[in-house]
């Protein structure tokens, strides 16, 4: 017995030995990804990533609004004219940022895309635009007028002009697609990293949890906290990649699309919960929302906690992120 016993612990620790983890950078959807894997051997971990980019690559040809042949394309370019099929992936994409924005009074809002002209945040704008301007810009702006229609699988965007852009929950879905596509492929562990929208399942090697380590607002190559994380994701949006500042006031690349302005006083929001595009969306609803009203929201979900951190450098932790790191 005991021998038996022997055997089957060193047969174990084969295994254990012969697994490596594997990690891939690469550029995907216009950001930075990292893809993670434990493996067998290196072949197999690059085998695995390249299953993980063509997922990714695949949910980017849907809804980029950049491809003009993309289906999120042609539901732009028929706005104020027809309701436009589309596959059920996209279709229920919609559908669930839609939920988003009732529950955060429109503060999440995937038509806030028409406003794109107006602010850029690639140093083009030097002065604040005319007010009448940006009062303008939100004309076409209001999930409201996105219509969909289960029956018939279309959607209807009932303003011309009116556009959507999943940029602040696309990415948070191909983290959650491409895990989710290499759990069913047999890879028992792993980090999907989207440019700070991550999600993770397994265990490392040695057998604890991932960690994942937050990006300081202040200075992005210092790490502020590092999260042991079990079997679920995390999403930093920050206002330190894109923002413009104008009067000494800086002003972040998220905006409130119920005012038309860029959201202010916030400089980074990290959202845990169990995918990563629910974090996505509620990173970037909290960034409209500011401090108080952030915080207050993400206390009443339950399985949503949040980190903010405000203009001035202060610390905000929603009510059940404990004192050892771990939520
Ligand atoms: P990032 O991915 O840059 O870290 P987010 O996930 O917060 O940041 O997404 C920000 C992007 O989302 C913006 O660049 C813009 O494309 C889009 N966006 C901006 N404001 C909103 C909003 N209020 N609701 C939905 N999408 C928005
Ligand atoms: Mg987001």
């Known amino acids: ?23 891939k950078t690469l550029k995907l959807m216009g950001s930075r990804f990292e893809i993670t894997v434990v493996a067998d051997s290196q072949k197999e971990g690059e085998h695995y990533v390249t299953l993980a980019v063509n997922e990714i690559s695949r949910i980017e040809k849907l809804i980029s609004s950049w491809d003009a042949n993309s289906q999120t394309s042609a539901i732009n370019a028929a706005a104020g004219i027809k309701p436009v099929k589309i596959d059920s992936e996209l279709f229920n994409l919609i559908a669930r940022a839609l939920k988003l924005s009732k529950l955060t009074n429109g503060a999440f809002d995937i038509s806030y895309a028409s406003m794109d002209k107006i602010w850029k945040f690639d140093g083009s ?83 604890q949890d991932w960690n994942i380590a937050i990006t300081n607002p202040l200075n992005k190559n210092k790490v502020f906290a590092t999260f042991p994380i079990d079997n679920s994701a995390v999403v930093t949006s920050g206002n330190y990649e894109k923002f413009v500042i104008l009067n000494n006031k800086r002003y972040s690349h998220i905006i409130d699309p119920r005012t038309g302005y860029p959201s202010t006083g916030v400089m980074s929001v990290t959202v845990f919960t169990k995918t990563a595009e629910l974090a996505d969306a509620l990173a970037t609803s909290v960034f409209v929302m500011g401090v108080p009203a952030g915080l207050d929201f993400i206390n009443q979900l339950n399985g949503v906690e949040c980190i903010i951190i405000d203009d001035n450098s202060a610390i905000h932790k929603s009510k059940n992120i404990d004192t050892k790191n771990k939520i």
Do not use: R
Not at 4 to 17: D, E, G, H, N, R
Not at 178 to 205: C, F, H, P, R, Y
């Open 1 to 23: 017995m005991k021998s038996k016993l022997f055997i089957i612990a060193f047969i174990l620790s084969q295994v254990t030995f012969s697994q490596q983890v594997y990690t």
């Open 125 to 207: 704008i030097t002065e604040m635009p005319a007010e009448a301007t940006i009062k303008k810009s939100v004309e076409k702006v209001g999930y409201q007028n996105i219509v969909l229609n289960k029956d018939t699988q279309t959607v209807f965007l009932k303003k011309a002009g009116m556009k959507i852009g999943f940029g602040a929950i696309g990415k948070g879905y191909a983290a959650d697609k491409a895990k989710a596509l290499l759990m069913e492929k047999g890879v028992t562990s792993g980090i999907i990293n989207a440019s700070g929208d991550m999600n993770t399942w397994g265990k490392q090697i040695n057998g």
